[in-house]
């Protein structure tokens, strides 16, 4: 097979898989291989509600394709807050910037005011970090039995595996679940305004 | 006339009794077991003692506002402990009706938030592909959001038990218990009400009641509601002619 061909066949899988995916909008996909199943790599993929609405983005570096599932690798998913409409109205993470990394549970106030107050996490609702997770395209439904980080400006929680119901923004955490809550999360986004260029959400 | 001296001495018990439930001067306080920190001007060591809140499980409902722990809910922290099956925590939208505390149905509030942004949805949806209106409305998404959601109120489930632990400097302090089947925080007014069954204890000495209180603007401060039933310890319980 020529390097034309080779092109070609790699581009058809690439409209597959989104093909396959719906509603959900490939924006990125840097690397594409063949074979039985389709990867992606450092991939975003919005998911919308039946208003057309923004229900999250789900980043990651790898993605792999194998039927009605998505083995997902380092997965990191942004619940989004609001009634967004096209994914032009959210400062997303480009390709040139570092993905954003859990702070540890009982940061102090200034990690938490430098990841709020990033740009790229301003129409944050939560964001959920785990190792790897699996998405069922059936049911709309993510699982992972890893370690998970749940952030959200309220309370950050840690546990043992999730699912998430994402048409509902509901999460289960397992089990080992520890939580910190905040009762004036208003605060973290009025005090001290983060720089907004040397702040690429990525933190310690 | 010794029953009227045991009657004297069971009243000065109780009387010890409420006054050991007075606050001690060192506890954190239950509201700060919960607020974890407050960004507002808190010292770097508030900051770095974060409560931690372990639990079985957690059920994160974003549309409802509703987080719920389950299955041996543990807070704690130096001064103060809280175990229950279930801790559901509400949050709303931070608004004028919260800080007058008259917003009581978190999720019904963020129905009508949704509403209302729905309402607003067809200028959003105008802006695709037009890069200029779409910063401009960018900025104002941004905007909206700021709006942030905080916590309004706890509710504690299920052997609910709370704990002050006594001021380690008092060689002769004693921790308080309260235990009920619920327990509701508010984080508005910062009064915790135990409800079912609740009964404090400290040592031998035990109080029922059709509610607790624990009053965290003043430092914690424990006050039972419509009293009924109390002892003063083994001595009293067992002597001849106590009636029991």
Known sequence: ?204 | MTSHFRTILAAAGVCASLAAFQPAAHAQGFGGMFSGFNMNGVTQDEEETSTVITASAADIDLEQNIITLIGDVVVDDQANKITCNKMTIYLEEDSADTLVGTADKPAEKAAEKKQEKKEEKPSAVKADGKNDQAGAKKDEKKDENNASKNISKIICTGDVVYTKRADPNDPNGQDQIAMSEQADYDAIKEVIVMTGNPVMMQGANKMYGDRIEILIKEGNRMRVINPKVYYTGESFLSSPGSGR
Not at chain 1, 73 to 79: H, K, N, S, W
Not at chain 1, 160 to 174: C, E, S, V
Request: aromatic share 10%.
């Open chain 1, 1 to 204: 097979m020529g390097f034309r061909a080779r092109k070609i066949h790699a581009l058809s899988l690439l409209f597959l898989l989104a093909a396959v995916l719906g509603s959900g909008v490939l924006l990125t996909a840097q690397d594409i291989s063949s074979g039985s199943y389709t990867v992606l790599k450092r991939y975003i993929y919005p998911r919308y509600n039946g208003d057309n609405e923004i229900q999250y983005l789900v980043y990651g570096s790898t993605a792999v394709n194998k039927g009605s599932l998505i083995y997902l690798t380092t997965p990191m998913i942004d619940i989004v807050d609001g009634s967004y409409t096209s994914i032009r109205l959210i400062d997303t993470i480009d390709a040139k910037d570092p993905y954003p990394t859990p702070y540890k549970l009982g940061s102090d106030g200034a990690v938490l005011r430098r990841f709020w107050n990033s740009t790229h996490h301003k129409h944050s609702q939560a964001w959920i970090f785990a190792e790897k997770a699996t998405f069922d395209k059936s049911t709309n439904i993510l699982t992972s039995d890893e370690p998970a980080y749940f952030r959200s400006r309220q309370l950050d929680a840690d546990g043992i595996g999730f699912d998430a119901f994402n048409d509902r923004k509901f999460i289960h955490i397992r089990s080992n679940v520890r939580v910190v809550l905040r009762l004036r999360g208003k605060a973290l986004e009025l005090e001290e305004p983060a720089p907004s260029t040397s702040n690429k959400g990525v933190q310690q």
